[in-house]
C-alpha cells in the first residue's frame, strides 16, 4: 500500500483503502479501479493523497504536477476601467435585456420541485428581477458583470434563481426574499474588480493570484456597502458566501450560525451551479456528481439541512429510472417522494458482473450512506 497524492493518480490505479469524505461518507471503497471520472470526483471532493496498490499503472513517485512559473503574470496585468463600462448604455441595455429574459424563461424550473404554485413563485421572481434592473445603479453593475465575463453574469442569474428556490422552501416573507435574491444576484460582483483576465487562466494559480481571487469578497462588499438601496443582509452575502460551516472557508474564517443564513444559502447555490457549468481551466461535472458532492458536503462545508431542503426539491430521478450504483450493481427508482434527489429507495434486480439476481431487493439509499447512484442506465 503507497500514499501518493491525487494528482499523480492516472485511470487504472486501484484503491487500497476506501476514501471517506470529511463528514463520514464513504466515497470510493477500498478495491475500486480508478477511472478518469473517479479521479475526478475526488479532485472536486478536494481530496488530497490516497493509498493505492503498487503496481506499474502507478506514476512514478518523482513525477509532479505542473509548477508555478516563477514569473508572476499579475505584474503585466491592469485593473478594469469600471467607469468607462458602467457608461457603456449599450451592455447595460443588454444586460437589462438578458435578465429579464432568464427571468421569463427560467428553464431551470423543469428539474425542481417547488413549494408553492409554479406560476406564484415565476411571477415573483420576475417582478423581482425587474425592480432590481429598473434601478439604474444596478442595471450598471450587471453590465459591468456582463462585460467582464459572460460565464459570471449567467452564473450570477442562476445563483439567483436557485437561491430564490431555498427561500421560498423555508418560507421567506417577499421583503426577505427580495434581499436575498439580490444578495445571491451581485455576490460575486467583488471579481469584476479584479486584473483583467485572472479568472480566465486554464492553469493552476499561484498563491499570490489565489490570494487576490479571494479578495473578491471584501471587495464585493465595499462595493455593495457604498451602494444606498443595498441592505446590509444582501451585502453580507458577498462577504461571507465562501465562508464553510466547520471554519475553513474565507475570508475571516467563520463558523456555523457565525455565517449568515443569506450567505449560506447562496454559498449552496453557488457551488452547485458552479459544478454544474464549464470553466475555463475544466469541463462541467454531471449532476450527480455536483448532487453527491453536496450531500457529502452537509455539516463540513455546508449546513445539512439547508442541503436537504435545497435536495429535497430537485427531481432528477423519476420513478422507473434504471440506474448503475457505484458497487456496479443495477436496480430501477422506486420511491422519490419526501428525500433528496440523490436518496431514493432502489430496487436491485441485476449483480455488477451482469448477472440477474433471483430475489430482487430494495435499498433505501438514505439508509445506506456508503451507496451512490453513478448514472442513468438503459432497461
Not at 478518469?36 to 488530497?48: G, S
Not at 456528481?289 to 429535497?312: C, H, K, R, V
Not at 441485476?350 to 433505501?364: Q, W
Amino acid at each position: 500500500m503507497i500514499e501518493i497524492p491525487v494528482k499523480q493518480l492516472k485511470s487504472g490505479d486501484v484503491l487500497a483503502k476506501a476514501i471517506v469524505s470529511p463528514n463520514g461518507v464513504i466515497l470510493l471503497d477500498a478495491g475500486t479501479v480508478l477511472t478518469d471520472a473517479y479521479i475526478r470526483r475526488l479532485r472536486m471532493h478536494k481530496i488530497q493523497r490516497v493509498f493505492v496498490s503498487p503496481g506499474d499503472s502507478l506514476h512514478p513517485q518523482g513525477q509532479q504536477g505542473q509548477s508555478a512559473s516563477s514569473k508572476n503574470p499579475m505584474d503585466e496585468w491592469v485593473l478594469p476601467d469600471i467607469a468607462r463600462m458602467k457608461e457603456n448604455d449599450q451592455s447595460r441595455k443588454q444586460a437589462v435585456k438578458a435578465a429579464e429574459s432568464f427571468a421569463d424563461k427560467m428553464q431551470g424550473l423543469a428539474k425542481i420541485k417547488l413549494p408553492v404554485p409554479e406560476e406564484a413563485f415565476r411571477k415573483q421572481f420576475r417582478d423581482m428581477i425587474g425592480s432590481i434592473v429598473s434601478n439604474r445603479a444596478f442595471a450598471e453593475e450587471l453590465s459591468v458583470i456582463l462585460q467582464t465575463d459572460k460565464l459570471l453574469f449567467q452564473h450570477a442569474l442562476q445563483v439567483s434563481m436557485c437561491s430564490s428556490i431555498i427561500g421560498a422552501v423555508r418560507q421567506m416573507d417577499p421583503d426577505r426574499l427580495y434581499e436575498l435574491l439580490l444578495g445571491a444576484l451581485f455576490s460575486d460582483i467583488g471579481m469584476t474588480r479584479l486584473p483583467s483576465d485572472l479568472t480566465k487562466v486554464t492553469r493552476e494559480l499561484t498563491d499570490v493570484e489565489r490570494q487576490r481571487v479571494r479578495g473578491h469578497t471584501t471587495e464585493g462588499y465595499r462595493i455593495l456597502g457604498k451602494m444606498k438601496d443595498v441592505p446590509e443582509s444582501s451585502a453580507k452575502v458577498a462577504l461571507q458566501h465562501h465562508e464553510r460551516y466547520h471554519g475553513d472557508g474565507y475570508p475571516y474564517g467563520l463558523k456555523k450560525n457565525e455565517i449568515s443564513e443569506f450567505a449560506q444559502i447562496v454559498g449552496i447555490a453557488d457551488v452547485f451551479n458552479a459544478l454544474l457549468s464549464s470553466r475555463y481551466h475544466r469541463k462541467a461535472y454531471a449532476i450527480e456528481e455536483a448532487m453527491e458532492y453536496l450531500f457529502a458536503a452537509g455539516n463540513f462545508e455546508f449546513d445539512l439541512s439547508l442541503i436537504l431542503t435545497y435536495l429535497q426539491h430537485l427531481t432528477f430521478y423519476p420513478v422507473g429510472t434504471h440506474v448503475l450504483m457505484n458497487n456496479g450493481q443495477i436496480g430501477y427508482v422506486v420511491e422519490t417522494a419526501n428525500r433528496p434527489a440523490l436518496r431514493p429507495v432502489v430496487q436491485i434486480y441485476r449483480e455488477a458482473d451482469g448477472s440477474a439476481i433471483a430475489s430482487p431487493y430494495l435499498i433505501d439509499l438514505e439508509q445506506h450512506p456508503y451507496l451512490a447512484i453513478l448514472k442513468r442506465v438503459k432497461s
